[in-house]
Each structure stands twice: as structure tokens, then as C-alpha cells.
Nanobody, 125 residues
Framework: QVQPVESGGDLVQPGDSLRLSCTTSGRTFATYTVAWFRQAPGQVRELVAAITRGGVETYYVNSVKGRFTISRDGAKNMVYLQMNSLKPEDTAVYFC??????????????????WGQGTQVTVSS
């Protein structure tokens, strides 16, 4: 069983940077695709970024391209989301999700098998 655990959410000001981290309790997710989704109040959950096993491929939603970077450290069993130049519209609960099919970049929530509880990111002046 893979149980993602997120950390790093915080209250920051516009233009600030923040790094979210995801690891697992239980088995390693080194062979899985791992993604970050976010959900703002009243909004649907959207895929922000994803990375396949070994970091072979990555995906970013257009609104974060050039500002966010997803990466993984297999030795530490960690996946990171580095968020720069944060905007108020980035405010949301951010979820880490894992897909056992580590070769693909699923874009839908249904593509992912395991989910974390989420970490709150608030961007406000």
C-alpha cells in the first residue's frame, strides 16, 4: 500500500516561493507516476504537474509553466513541487497523488490510485 503524505503548505505573499514535498508511508513510490493536483474552494480539482518514474517525462498545466517545477529524488522517496512567483490564484489545497502506471502522464484524477490528505497553500498580501 502506498500512502502519499504532503508537507510544505503555508501562507505566503504574492511573488514569494514555496516548496511542497511528498513522500509515502508504507511502500516506496519510485516506480509510480506522481502528480500534484490542487483544489480551490468551489472549484474542480485540477492537475498542476506530474512526473513519471525516473523523471523521464513531466507535465505542467499552462497557468504554472515557467513558475513551478516538479522533481523527484528516488533515493529519498520524495517528490517536490517548487513554486516560484506565486500568485493569489495559486491559493488552494494541494494534493499529491500516485499512479501505479509509472510510464504514463495521466491528466485526470481518476488516473491516480493513491492520494494524500492535502496541504494548504495561501497566497495573500
Amino acid at each position: 500500500q502506498v500512502q502519499p503524505v504532503e508537507s510544505g503548505g503555508d501562507l505566503v505573499q504574492p511573488g514569494d516561493s514555496l516548496r511542497l514535498s511528498c513522500t509515502t508511508s508504507g511502500r516506496t513510490f519510485a516506480t509510480y507516476t506522481v502528480a500534484w493536483f490542487r483544489q480551490a474552494p468551489g472549484q474542480v480539482r485540477e492537475l498542476v504537474a506530474a512526473i513519471t518514474r525516473g523523471g523521464v517525462e513531466t507535465y505542467y498545466v499552462n497557468s504554472v509553466k515557467g513558475r513551478f517545477t516538479i522533481s523527484r529524488d528516488g533515493a529519498k522517496n520524495m517528490v517536490y513541487l517548487q513554486m516560484n512567483s506565486l500568485k493569489p490564484e495559486d491559493t488552494a489545497v494541494y494534493f499529491c497523488a500516485a499512479d501505479v502506471a509509472g510510464w504514463r502522464l495521466g491528466h485526470g484524477a481518476n488516473d491516480y490510485d493513491y492520494w494524500g490528505q492535502g496541504t494548504q497553500v495561501t497566497v495573500s498580501s
